[in-house]
């Protein structure tokens, strides 16, 4: 991977701020990654959330193949990634990251209203996504709650979803869950585990692992993402 692009992007190491006076909260900090073509989007939020006690922004990439290999290298906890970019798309680039297994958590940050963009990204894997107009201290709550396991969804986006679920069918697929799959479709949409799960319901984790499989067969989803962003559109639980 090159170690700059067009407006010097490439992958950043992070900064060694030693001596400068920030202080890390206890524990270790949620490593972030940046993706954004726009240089100084990104020098913007690298110097927000820099004063971030718990936040460590550890690399930038201008596209979704520099995020890719910058993901794969970095192992970040977040991913922040923007949706329109030249080359490889924030779109493509979530496909690849699920595809490749990668534990990173995805929140799309976009300029990009529109909202046939939110629908394929939050299929693709996105774990959340908001608007690049978001309060910045809203934005730093969204990297926890994602990081946490918690879906996040901006009010606005929100509302563009159930407006395109409307006449969908979608009322029919969620009549087709039992009550036990509903509860953990709930408890899915909380960021519980498997094993949380289990405890909270009283049942084993292979039980909890055989419902989980139920809902995304009977809700057409692809995994737990997913499952709880269409949880969270519906209703159920979060």
């Known amino acids: 991977m090159a170690d700059r692009d067009r407006d010097g992007a490439g992958t950043l190491p992070p900064d060694d701020r030693g001596g400068s006076g920030r202080t ?45 290999a910058a993901a794969e290298e970095l192992q970040p906890d977040v991913v922040l990634m ?34 046939r963009t939110v629908v394929p990204a939050l299929r693709a894997g996105a774990a959340g996504y908001v608007y690049k107009d978001i309060d910045p201290d809203a934005l730093a709550g969204a990297i926890r709650s994602v990081h946490a396991g918690h879906v996040l969804l901006q009010p ?32 899915i949409a909380d960021g519980r ?5 289990a405890r909270a319901l009283v049942l084993s984790e292979k039980t909890v692992k055989t419902h989980v499989s139920n809902i995304l067969m009977k ?15 519906h209703g159920i639980g979060a």
């Not at 073509?37 to 193949?65: K, M, N």
């Not at 080359?87 to 209203?113: C, H, K, Q, Y």
């Not at 606005?156 to 697929?173: D, F, K, P, S």
């Open 219 to 233: 809700l057409d989803l692809a995994d737990r993402t997913q499952a709880a962003l269409w949880a969270v559109r």
């Open 24 to 68: 890390r909260a206890a524990g270790p900090a949620i490593r972030v990654l940046l993706v954004d073509d726009h240089q100084v989007v990104r020098r913007g939020l690298r110097t927000f959330l820099e004063v971030q006690d718990d936040i460590e922004v550890v690399g930038e990439a201008s596209d979704g193949a520099e995020g890719i």
């Open 82 to 115: 923007d949706v329109k970019m030249p080359g490889m798309d924030g779109i493509e680039a979530l496909r690849r990251l699920r595809e490749l297994a990668n534990p990173a958590r995805v929140l799309v940050v976009t300029s990009f209203t529109e909202q």
């Open 193 to 197: 585990s498997n094993r949380e799960i």
């Open 156 to 187: 606005e986006v929100a509302v563009a979803l159930l407006a395109q679920e409307e006449g969908n069918g979608a009322q029919g697929r969620e009549t087709s869950l039992t009550d036990r799959e509903r509860e953990v479709l709930g408890l």
